[in-house]
């Protein structure tokens, strides 16, 4: 797609200088014909107009052999010839770095106007007429594209920012994504090998069991590492190696964790991928803090539509909580994924024991983000 554009930018320049070639010629030929009908020699008419030709290749250079030409001609008698400098003289102002310009506008001024003031044998007030007539037909132009440059340059600056910026969200956003992924299945792997640990002599079969689900945990951690990392390498817009977790696997991650879930999903509709991902890692982070804060061996989530176009998320549990449990860093990141939809993220403890996490988030059913 890069290699197109640059392509199609590249026709489009050629195209523009084989216009501006052929301008300069009809030009020049004006320029001549209307020499040889005057006083003035041809060749520096046709000199004024022959740099417009490469204006946009070269706009400094063209515009110092175009006021070279414009002033011998005013010396020499040949008038009207500020239509190709004017032209120039709005290339240097849009192409070229603003000092640039600016001292090219300036040189030109004082070359013309110096022209005049020497070939001016008329009354002095005639002489400034044709200076002031002079510069504005250079000024105006020369401003305008100035102006045009000014906007192409904040337009490739808010571009480049605008990039910036969805680049540094799309890292934060893979980032929290590893967090998830990481934090939870960490948690449950280091809760099995635990548990693995107390019955391997008494009990092999639960040990058995345990490593089994440490076994499962790790492989769909890592299957969803793989995932997150081939969102780093893939182009924008692709999609990463494998798909994000949905509503559906939710069972899967209840099956998984470290306690007893009783799981329930009663939506009216079907949810956009993203909404689902986010109730999904909701749900995956709730549980983590179950199996790492809570002390309890069970909880309850609940995913529901209480009222049309909300979502909400409901995990709670009976647990007492752990000794220096918590840092607020699972929570933030729900409260930021909730924010990300406009939603609404409470956390505490339940009048009657243990803690619940509530999740509101408002929908649109069965758009696709």
């Known amino acids: 797609m890069t290699d197109r554009l640059v392509v199609v930018r590249r026709m489009r320049r050629a195209h523009w200088v084989a216009v501006d070639a052929v301008a300069a010629l009809l030009l020049a030929v004006a320029f001549g014909a209307a020499a040889l009908a005057g006083t003035g020699p041809p060749a520096v008419a046709v000199a004024a107009a022959l740099p417009v030709a490469a204006r946009r290749l070269w706009p400094a250079p063209m515009l110092v052999t175009a006021v070279t030409a414009v002033t011998a001609g005013l010396l020499a008698g ?8 004017a032209v120039i003289l709005y290339t240097v102002g849009a192409q070229e770095p603003r000092r640039r310009a600016v001292m090219g506008l300036v040189l030109s001024l004082a070359a013309v106007a110096a022209a005049l003031g020497l070939a001016g044998g008329s009354a002095w007030s005639q002489t400034v007429s044709a200076v002031t007539f002079s510069w504005l037909v250079m000024g105006l ?12 340059s904040h337009a ?3 571009a480049r920012q605008s990039a910036e910026r969805a680049v540094a969200d799309e890292r934060l956003r893979i980032a929290r994504e590893l967090h998830d992924v990481v934090a939870h299945s960490m948690s449950l792997i280091t809760m099995r090998a ?12 639960e040990a058995r069991e345990a490593l089994r689900l440490i076994e499962v945990t790790g492989r769909a951690a890592m299957g969803e590492i793989r995932a ?3 969102m780093l390498r893939s182009e924008p817009g692709q999609p990463g190696t494998r798909p994000a977790p949905r509503l559906t696997d939710l069972h899967a991650l209840a099956a998984r964790a470290a306690v007893r879930v009783d799981l329930s999903v009663d939506l009216d509709a079907a949810l956009s991928e993203g909404l689902e991902l986010t109730v999904y890692r909701i749900v995956q982070e709730a549980l983590t803090n179950v199996v790492k804060h809570s002390g309890s061996s069970c909880c309850r989530v609940r995913v529901t539509s209480p009222e049309p176009g909300v979502v909400e998320v409901e995990v709670t549990d009976d647990g007492e909580g752990l000794p220096g449990a918590g840092g607020g860093h699972g929570l933030a990141g729900m409260r930021e994924r909730c924010l990300m939809y406009g939603g609404s993220l409470t956390a505490g403890p339940r009048p009657d024991g243990g803690f619940r996490v509530l999740a509101r988030l408002p929908c649109r059913h069965g758009e696709s983000s």
Do not use: D, H, I, S
Not at 194 to 205: C, H, K, M
């Open 141 to 152: 132009p020369w401003t305008v594209g100035l102006a045009m440059g000014e906007q192409r």
């Open 228 to 230: 997150a990392l081939g």
């Open 194 to 205: 635990g548990v693995a640990g107390l019955v391997a002599e008494t009990r092999p079969r």
């Open 156 to 158: 490739a600056r808010a």
């Open 78 to 85: 040949v008038e009207a010839l500020y239509l190709p400098l």
